[in-house]
């Protein structure tokens, strides 16, 4: 909605009129109508605005979380070491979530501000590419629970979400183990 290259691309690709919708049951049309509502009723209240104050906060508490664990891993004992671990897990994770709203332009209302704030996240926080993820995460959207295809599928050796999830992902050394 922000993007206007995505807008020209959209104008520029041929139209016509789909045709009645007849095809869509009774239930169906009801779901829309309930979704179409529902939409306005967050837009009315300002769901969809964007807060720069919300995220300078949500980058100051990844400061805080960082300077926490970076604490923790310096104070003797193998309690505190332990400890420093899962803040330090606890900061990758939730700059994952930053950077995945970054990913997707949601953050700022400004797509060059989004896209900065993904890339230095998912580097700091995840030691990952932007690129890299945006690559994965267009491919999640475009065919999503596709094996092979969707990254989300492969996570493989921690979840195996379906029956043959070791044969048919991608092949890795431990994966016959």
């Not at 979530?97 to 995840?126: A, C, M, P, Y």
């Amino acid at each position: 909605m922000r993007s206007r290259k995505a807008q020209l691309v959209l104008k520029s690709l041929p139209k016509r009129f789909a045709g009645a919708r007849e095809f869509v049951d009774k239930k169906e049309q009801e779901l829309l109508e309930a979704f179409k509502e529902f939409r306005k009723e967050l837009t009315l209240a300002g769901f969809f605005e964007t807060s720069t104050s919300h995220v300078v906060f949500r980058m100051v508490e990844l400061a805080f979380i960082f300077a926490l664990g970076i604490y923790l891993f310096s104070l003797p004992g193998a309690l505190f070491k332990t400890l420093s671990v899962i803040v330090l897990g606890v900061l990758g994770g939730r700059c994952g979530w930053l950077q995945h709203e970054g990913g997707h332009n949601s953050l700022t209302g400004k797509i060059w501000v989004d896209k900065r704030i993904q890339r230095f996240f998912i580097g700091f926080g995840l030691g990952s590419s932007a690129s890299m993820w945006n690559n994965m995460h267009e491919k999640h959207h475009a065919t999503p629970q596709k094996i092979t295809y969707d990254m989300d599928l492969d996570t493989t050796p921690l979840v195996a979400f379906f029956n043959t999830a070791i044969e048919k992902n991608r092949a890795r050394g431990y994966s016959k183990w």
